[in-house]
């Protein structure tokens, strides 16, 4: 089955503790993103990355890092996470190069900063 | 002010009713245009995709693109309470994507 598998769904943890958020696809999509979505401000670009080793930054990057490795991984690095990074988090892939299709998202991760 | 603007609802219409559903913009760039639907505790899922202007019908949806206006509509003929979710809007130059913030619809039975 086609999918964007995101870990965890769910995370509780504490200002200044790094942690990552894990995003892996099975469709071999060249493209993959982070996305955020807050109540009020709908979703919002971190980072994406148009193939391996080829990653830029989307419209909120500030306190997130990603890396892309491999092309089927793409994963999100809170270095010190704080309270205003709490939110709901998407990892999305599509296919790029003749004809750009739409993206595929996973179903998110819930992070709260306390 | 933001790259695309939709009004946040909510909307409420009967079983049966024809819903509009509007968001504009204002990056000409722009040229690949979607409607996502997305369920409560789920990642936002396609319903529509259109490259440029123009309409695109698929059942009881039909997309339509005015760039000259910076306007999409989605349109749902003979709305069901299976069609209740947030719709997103979204818009890409191809590299960045950019969402709206969503509209809230419930039909009622």
């Known amino acids: 089955e086609a999918q964007v598998t995101q870990n965890p769904r769910y995370l509780i943890t504490v200002t200044g503790k790094k942690l990552t958020v894990t995003c892996s696809q099975n469709m071999n999509h060249e493209y993959m993103s982070w996305y955020r979505q807050d109540p009020g401000l709908g979703l919002r670009q971190i980072y994406y990355?148009?193939?391996?080793?080829?990653?830029d930054k989307g419209d909120v990057p500030e306190g997130y890092k990603v890396s892309r490795k491999e092309k089927r991984n793409f994963p999100l690095i809170l270095e010190s996470p704080s309270p205003n990074q709490t939110s709901l988090y998407f990892c999305?892939?599509?296919?790029?190069?003749?004809?750009?299709?739409?993206?595929?998202f996973g179903d998110g991760t819930r992070l709260s900063i306390l | 002010q933001k790259e695309v603007e939709q009004d946040p609802g909510p909307l409420s219409v009967p079983e049966g009713a024809i819903v509009s559903l509007n968001c504009t913009y204002s990056?000409?760039?722009?040229?690949?245009f979607m409607w996502y639907r997305q369920y409560s505790r789920k990642g936002p899922e396609l319903l529509m995709y259109t490259y440029s202007s123009g309409n695109k019908e698929d059942g009881r949806f039909t997309a339509q693109v005015d760039k000259s206006s910076k306007y999409i509509s989605l349109f749902i003929r003979d709305s069901q309470p299976s069609d209740s979710a947030t719709y997103l809007c979204a818009m890409s130059d191809g590299n960045q994507f950019y969402f709206g913030t969503g509209t809230s619809l419930t039909v009622i039975p």
């Open positions: 990056n000409s760039a722009f040229q690949y």
């Open positions: 999305a892939s599509r296919r790029t190069g003749e004809s750009n299709q739409p993206q595929h």
């Open positions: 990355s148009m193939n391996v080793e080829v990653t």
